[in-house]
């Protein structure tokens, strides 16, 4: 029987996890078996609470994914395409990147109130600078062959980026959306477990800690990297149909 | 009539620069094909994409009288739009040129018929061969009804019997429309130039001009090829 390699993967994981578990290498006052998870996860799904949690995480990632897209795409492209933009900007960006996007949020919690607002406006900012630099790099590496020719035959620039920039640019999007969901997800939990909201999977897990019930923490957790993961099959799945004429290779 | 006046060229890459060419100037004539010789690295692909438009990374005068210029790569995947069809490919450029559609339609037909096309023009480059995109890349350049035809090693990805079919083609095209191509086959350039330019190795040193009657090729640049 054919077995696929990543369930064997995570087959031969979750076997090391309850064979630590036996062995006792941590104490289990902080360390749940994968049996204690699976029997907690059958309580914590038949609660309604989880599934206004999720949803909630799941709609501020979105949004700050999407403002960060529609920010770090076209200005990546700008300065992916004119280098002496670039130069200008470029050294500015760096800075900005190496600073963690998450010490922005008291500024958005004080400007714009203990809301959604805050937490989606910080993750959307350190996405966008990391989209930006994302596509900018990866565009200024295209080979520019192909829209030397077609100016060549007066093309306009409305037509170049109809037909050549926006199709060459779409590989570079792609990068970025993987780039960018995994660094939103991160920074929205954290957000929520900052000051907490009413509902998210941040807060859950501020409120699970107080309670000190592991295996619902171990769930949590899971739930958090299981959304991360179901966001970048999205992204996959989108490429494959987007970007067709790359799949082939 | 192609005029070229003071070009000069310096081809930079990785921190490694050379000077292609220093104040080259040349005219030829309208109606007159002509084939660029030259070892490799002497500048031919550069000099087609200066005529061309394609690079414009130059200083110095291009004056062309053709209003259109078709223009074959020597690498046809490079500028053949991967995410758009075959016929789309070949139909762009003569649609943001203003010419008829119908027309182009038309003549795609004729040009499929004589060349033999042996795949759909349904399919996209990246499903196709070397040989097949080099034959849409030429197709593409013929369907923009061009006063001027440049073709960068045209044969390079086609095989024996389609080489041979495309060279007929282009001998009697060129009654209508000239040529200005690199080929490093004597029995290509011979029978589609009227004549050479042979580009030196050095910048420095002169180009030559000869009629393709008289061409002797020397070994050195046939094996340098």
Known sequence: MKVHSGTLGLTIIV?????????????????????????????????STIYSDISHTVLRVLTALVISLLVGVPVGLLLGYYSKIHALFGGFLDFMRSIPPVVFFPLFYIALGPNDSSRIMTAALGASVLGILVVSKYTMQLDKTRLHYFRSLNFSQFMLFKNIIWYESLPAVIVAAKAISSWVVVIIIVTEMLVGPKHGLGARVQSVQITNNIPDLFFTIILIGAVGLIINILITMTEKRLIFWLQSD | MIKLKNISKQYSHKKVSKQLFSKLSLTIADDTSVAVLGKNGSGKTSMLQIISGVDKEYTGLVELSANRVGYVNQKPGEILLPWFTVKKNILLPREHAGLDIKKGERLLVKYADILNIDFSFEKYPYMLSGGQQQITSLLRALLLEPELLILDEPFSALDSSKRKLVKSFLTEYRCSCPLLLVSHRKEEYSQLADEAIILPDKYCEKVRRINIENVEVSEAILESS
């Open chain 1, 15 to 47: 076997a090391i996890w309850q064979l630590v578990d036996l062995l006792q290498l941590f104490n289990p006052i902080y360390f749940a078996s994968p049996l204690e998870v699976l029997a907690e996860s059958f309580d914590i799904l038949s609660t």
